[in-house]
T-cell receptor
Framework: DAMVIQNPRYQVTQFGKPVTLSCSQT?????MYWYQQKSSQAPKLLFH???????NEADTPDNFQSRRPNTSFCFLDIRSPGLGDAAMYLC??????????FGDGTRLSIL | QKEVEQNSGPLSVPEGAIASLNCTYS??????FFWYRQYSGKSPELIMF????GDKEDGRFTAQLNKASQYVSLLIRDSQPSDSATYLC?????????????FGQGTELSVKP
């Protein structure tokens, strides 16, 4: 089945140790998004790629970076994770302005 | 004023009843409206989308849109305990880079057996 796959499902890292989360999709969607969701809050958009064009939200910390080497894959890099970065990270995709489809998420814990 | 507002709940309904979830939005230019369901610890799941004024029905779910009033709602008929989840009202604000989803805070629904 076509889908959005996030790896790993659970990630534990140490304070300040770089971590990379991955997202792949078989939907051939041209837009890919990364969201951060903390407990009892709505998802917060960090950035998105529209085709190869990167769009960063104004309030996304510099600590968060993203790469999209090809249509199918997108990565979220957190350069120096702090305790406040512990959250669920959601990847979503869409075809232009069509509805977004979410992956299962990666739950990040910081020790 | 928040861009998308929902009652946070929890909204509690008995099994078999109609659950009514409401949402207002501030951007009159919004064109696309979505309802996502999110179970605890899971990712959001798209359950309905609506683009035009009026009602749109899909099984037990009916989405209603009134652009003049900037109001969108979701009705769940014959509510089941498995419908217990947080329902996110989402509005798509378009720009030249596709769209940006604006999420409401979500309404927690609890269906009691």
């Amino acid at each position: 089945d076509a889908m959005v796959i996030q790896n790993p499902r659970y990630q534990v890292t140490q304070f300040g140790k770089p971590v990379t989360l991955s997202c792949s999709q078989t939907l051939n969607h041209n837009v890919m998004y990364w969201y951060q969701q903390k407990s009892s809050q709505a998802p917060k958009l960090l950035f998105h790629y529209y085709d190869k064009d990167f769009n960063n939200e104004a309030d996304t910390p510099d600590n968060f970076q993203s790469r999209r080497p090809n249509t199918s894959f997108c990565f979220l890099d957190i350069r120096s994770p702090g305790l406040g970065d512990a959250a669920m990270y959601l990847c979503a995709t869409s075809r232009d302005i069509q509805p977004q489809h979410f992956g299962d998420g990666t739950r990040l814990s910081i020790l | 004023q928040k861009e998308v507002e929902q009652n946070s709940g929890p909204l509690s309904v008995p099994e078999g009843a109609i659950a009514s979830l409401n949402c207002t939005y501030s951007d009159r230019g919004s064109q696309s409206f979505f309802w996502y369901r999110q179970y605890s610890g899971k990712s959001p799941e798209l359950i309905m989308f609506i683009y035009s004024n009026g009602d749109k029905e899909d099984g037990r779910f009916t989405a209603q849109l009134n652009k003049a009033s900037q109001y969108v709602s979701l009705l769940i008929r014959d509510s089941q305990p498995s419908d217990s989840a947080t329902y996110l009202c989402v509005v798509n604000m378009y720009d030249n880079q596709g769209g940006k989803l604006i999420f409401g805070q979500g309404t927690e629904l609890s269906v009691k057996p």
